[in-house]
């Protein structure tokens, strides 16, 4: 008996720091609120890949991947999954974020974690986020996601 493809959907989130701030963009839809950049992966794009083009496209600036804070993988009422990836990055030069509104965000900036309470954010998990990089969370490398057949790297574990 055939079994019937689950619709997935893959999401990327991209905790960005700069010292002791943070980058949040402030969305254009879900009434404007504040988070982090974000958004569903392409047809034929990589999480990698996904994470970077976002934060370009909501924040403005370019990013260095430094690797992974949480990899969620939910099962949805009707079936269909949800993959998100929480990357965490910093930003690749001193590019300011934006500044004017356009067709993905209104705006984007740096915060630091007394600074959020004076913004809408659109989740407690932000601040979550911040506060669990604060404390100083395990970051997971970012070979953690290769693709399928990638080579196996020939480190020596001691058992």
């Not at 949480?70 to 998100?84: A, D, F, I, K, Y």
Request: charged share 30%; net charge negative; glycine share 6%.
């Amino acid at each position: 008996m055939a079994r019937e493809p689950i619709q997935t959907w893959y999401f990327t989130l991209v905790v960005v720091h700069l010292e002791d701030r943070f980058l949040l963009v402030q969305e254009r839809k879900y009434e404007q609120q504040w988070y982090l950049p974000a958004g569903r992966v392409e047809k034929g794009e990589t999480l990698l890949e996904a994470a970077m083009r976002n934060t370009i496209e909501e924040a403005g600036i370019s990013v260095i991947v430094e690797g992974i804070l949480r990899v969620e993988h939910t099962v949805m009422p009707r079936g269909n999954v949800r993959l998100r990836v929480i990357f965490v990055a910093r930003p690749e030069d001193k590019t300011p974020p934006k500044s004017k509104p356009d067709e993905h965000t209104l705006c984007a900036g740096w915060y630091s974690l007394k600074e959020l309470d004076q913004l809408s954010l659109r989740g407690e998990e932000v601040r979550e986020m911040f506060q669990y990089m604060a404390s100083g969370a395990p970051i997971y490398p970012i070979d953690l996601l290769t693709i399928e057949g990638a080579p196996f790297k020939n480190y020596r574990y001691r058992w």
